[in-house]
């Protein structure tokens, strides 16, 4: 009880992704740990220096182990920070059992726990003992610090440090046995607090959904300058990040919020945006706006979906006045015609799904009107 590790767990989207540099390396990381080893964790009074080569070292073994049981399919970027309280040798096991817990509360569905156990050796050449869970002096004075993460089915990740020429196979094998006693007794420890992830992630955390639109609704989406996506965010109090599949080429949406009342608006958004009508069939639509040459309509089924009503297209008697027939917010139904070869765009008629007046004739009326315009 002498090593004591707080770990907490942060949860972002791939905007917060860890960003690797390096000449043999680049790409992101989507997830990451930190340890930090303040100098009151061993009760020195010392400044806060940067982070040392040790710190480096002991997060990156505790990020090796726990990484193995992060799932595939996660929608966060998860950050794992370790402050190590007090230390009397393995800082870096506690910070992985520590971080095995904070997962698991978080509700990030890992595939197992994650326990770690820090192996000691003392020897004369001739005689040997190994020693599970050392302490700091243990580690000072002895031959080997041999570190060793996994779960109830395996090793994750191990680390070996020793101040001897080498190790026989017979020392080898006694502490990876010794090891997976002492890990299987963390572990059930661990399952005695939390014995699986839990369902959903916390009340005052994130929620994040991903949803794929086709490339093409990507720029309207965005909007001109970011415009459209950032007064989204605003109405919505929601984090939205877009990214292109390189394989598919279809655009991921990552809707990041608290609240899944905003989150849902956006999910309307995003369905009222990529709404596709089908030729021939019949939909419901809203007047928004009446002008000289017919009504700017929307789809009730998809908000901010809009297509033009052309005046022809209202009724089948000649209509002179659009606003004489229909007047903004009128509900009624309209039947899909896809694109005009002519102008190229949508069409759409309410005329048809009304019944012809007594006496109609499509060439008289047709040969009537070019002889107006005439």
């Known amino acids: 009880g002498e090593t004591q590790a707080l770990a907490t767990v942060t949860l972002g989207t791939t905007r917060e992704a860890n960003i690797i540099d390096l000449p043999t390396n680049q790409g992101e990381e989507s997830f990451y740990l930190h340890y930090n080893f303040p100098p009151f964790s061993t009760g020195e009074a010392r400044p806060l220096r940067g982070t040392s080569r040790r710190e480096i070292g002991h997060g990156n073994l505790a990020q090796r182990a726990l990484k193995k049981v992060i799932p595939n399919n996660c929608p966060y970027t998860v950050r794992i920070v370790s402050e190590i309280l007090e230390s009397n040798g393995s800082s870096s096991m506690a910070t992985v059992c520590a971080g095995s817990l904070a997962l698991m509360d978080a509700g990030i569905q890992i595939s197992d726990a994650v326990s770690g156990i820090a192996m000691g050796l003392i020897s004369d050449g001739k005689r040997f003992a190994v020693l599970s869970d050392i302490l700091g002096d243990e580690d000072h004075l002895g031959d080997m610090d041999f570190k060793v993460t996994g779960t109830s089915k395996g090793i994750t990740a191990c680390q070996m440090d020793i101040k001897i020429k080498g190790l026989s196979y017979e020392i080898l094998t006694k ?73 598919t080429e279809e655009g991921i949406v990552e809707i990041l919020g608290v609240s899944q009342e905003g989150i849902d608006k956006v999910l ?11 030729y021939g069939e019949i939909y419901e639509v809203q007047v928004i706006k009446v002008l000289d040459f017919g009504a700017v309509v929307e789809y009730t089924e998809a908000p901010g979906n809009e297509v033009l009503l052309h005046i022809s297209e209202i009724a089948w008697e000649r209509t002179e006045n659009v606003s ?21 765009k949508e069409k759409v008629s309410r005329k048809v799904l009304l019944e012809k007046p007594k006496g109609y004739d499509d060439k008289k009326r047709n040969f009537r009107e070019k002889s107006e315009k005439k």
């Open 175 to 247: 502490a990876l046995m010794q090891a997976h006693k002492g890990r299987l007794h963390i572990l059930k420890k661990i399952e005695e607090t939390i014995a699986k992830p839990n369902n959903n992630v916390k009340n005052h955390a994130p929620k994040i959904i991903v949803e794929r639109i086709p490339n093409e609704f990507i720029g309207p989406f965005i909007g001109t300058g970011g415009k459209a996506i950032q007064e989204l965010q605003k109405e919505t109090s929601t984090t939205i990040v877009i990214n292109e599949d390189p394989l």
């Open 324 to 344: 004489d027939v229909l007047k903004m917010g009128d509900v009624f139904d309209v039947k899909y015609f896809g694109i005009d070869k002519k102008t190229r």
């Open 268 to 278: 309307v958004r995003i369905e009222a945006l990529t709404f596709k009508p089908k």
